[in-house]
Nanobody, 127 residues
């Protein structure tokens, strides 16, 4: 069964850090471009970061550049999102996704609904 499972979310104070994990099962993650997306209440889902399977290129939304780092561990079939210097505006449900998605500087378009999406993990940045 193909599955993506995110973990690592939680409540953190502004300026804090979290590391999200996206573990894949049922398929080999290193053959696919992977993206992290987030959706805050009342807002559209937006691309946060992605990593290319072809050459390992990484891209970030302007709002997270310099603070977030995406990485992949093919041996563990897992992709990570290290989030530092968190801000209240980073509060959202974070999803990893892949399938037909192609990583690009715009981190768009996102994977289709029938591609592979995780269930999401809540990140709350608040004092």
């Amino acid at each position: 069964q193909v599955q993506l499972v995110e973990s690592g979310g939680g409540l953190v104070q502004p300026g804090g850090s979290l590391r999200l994990s996206c573990a894949a099962s049922g398929f080999t993650l290193d053959y696919y471009d992977i993206g992290w997306f987030r959706q805050a209440p009342g807002k559209e889902r937006e691309g946060v970061s992605c990593v290319s399977s072809r050459d390992g290129s990484t891209y970030y939304a302007d709002s997270v550049k310099g603070r977030f780092t995406i990485s992949r561990d093919n041996a563990k079939n897992t992709v990570y999102l290290q989030m530092n210097s968190l801000k209240p505006e980073d509060t959202a449900v974070y999803y990893c996704a892949t399938g037909g998605f192609k990583c690009s500087p715009t981190i768009a378009p996102p994977p289709r609904k029938d591609d592979y999406w995780g269930q999401g993990t809540q990140v709350t940045v608040s004092s």
